[in-house]
């Protein structure tokens, strides 16, 4: 069992396909220089693409814990980084005032103490363990507020968060960051410069099916062909509102294959586009002849090669 990152970019991409996660070049060596140089890695892409993958295979692979900050608007530093146990720090003062021991002093002192602190996970992915620096995952920032990345700033460039009350809590040993957005806003430039980035893009159709063959071995090739080809064709349309990533294609071959369907037809497609597509506008517009028609296309296209 190793702790230590990967010594080169093929070292990266055995290590990635080991958890059967099928990367590119290009993300192999940024993650290899994110880990390399101890920085930030920043994944932007569409949702549904592999980003929050990436920090679970890099701890599974590692063997290093995962802590993940989930994002949402409105979080606030009470919820990702720490808060103190009023609760029990009132229970103190009473008794300090109860047994009339209460020196304001050592009191202060006593009740702004570890013991009393709550830790959140960035202020977790500080701590030293006994198997080397954590993963912190920061999944979808992009859905936070811009106060908060602001906040954020201290801790990819020093590893280290400020508690008036308690000091300054450093990492020995800086986490291995992942931050994830899927773009539905703009993340300011003074958080991306502490950062290597990379976008992470839909997979090719070559790619498509690899992910398949690894994810969902029981597949049937034919109707793996089909999957891939119908996905990739869909995302071709710039009219859908949310085009499918590779996520959903695996729930469609999973979901397929529990129905026992070895071949696609337009029946089976327009049964279950809602496995497929996300949005009532998007499984009306593909249902009917547009299906037909893509299936049509696509099987004349592998009779001819």
């Known amino acids: 069992m190793t702790h230590t990152p990967p010594p080169s970019i093929d070292a990266v991409q055995e290590m990635l396909q080991a958890a059967n996660y099928v990367a590119d070049r290009s993300l192999a060596t940024v993650l290899f220089l994110a880990l390399k140089m101890g920085r930030p890695l920043f994944l932007e892409g569409e949702a549904g693409v592999g980003k929050t993958e990436i920090a679970k295979v890099l701890a599974e692979q590692l063997h290093r814990p995962l802590i993940r900050l989930q994002c949402y608007e409105g979080l606030d530093v009470g919820s990702a980084v720490y808060e103190w146990d009023y609760a029990r720090q009132m229970i103190e003062i009473r008794l300090a005032e109860a047994t009339e021991s209460a020196n304001r002093e050592r009191l202060d002192s006593d009740i702004f103490s570890e013991r009393f602190l709550i830790k959140r996970p960035l202020l977790k992915a500080l701590e030293e363990t006994g198997s080397g620096a954590p993963v912190l995952l920061i999944d979808e920032l992009d859905r936070t507020d811009e106060p908060f990345e602001a906040f954020l700033l201290e801790v990819l460039s020093d590893f280290q968060i400020t508690i008036p009350e308690f000091g300054t809590v450093r990492a020995k040993e800086p986490p291995i960051v992942i931050i994830t957005s899927n773009r539905t806003r703009e993340i300011h430039d003074a958080l991306k410069r502490r950062c290597l980035y990379h976008w ?106």
């Open 200 to 305: 992470v893009d839909y997979p090719n159709a070559a790619r498509e099916k690899e992910i398949i063959a690894r994810k969902l071995p029981g597949v049937e090739q034919r109707l793996s062909e089909q999957i891939v080809r119908f996905v990739q064709e869909l995302r071709k349309d710039p009219n859908l509102f949310k085009l499918p990533g590779v996520a959903e294609t695996l729930d469609w071959a999973n979901a397929l294959t529990e129905l026992d369907i070895i071949s696609l037809d337009p029946d089976i497609i327009n049964d279950t586009l809602g496995v497929l597509l996300k949005y009532q506008d998007d499984i009306a517009k593909i249902q009917g002849s547009e299906a037909a028609e893509i299936i049509r296309k696509i099987n004349s296209e592998m009779e001819t090669t």
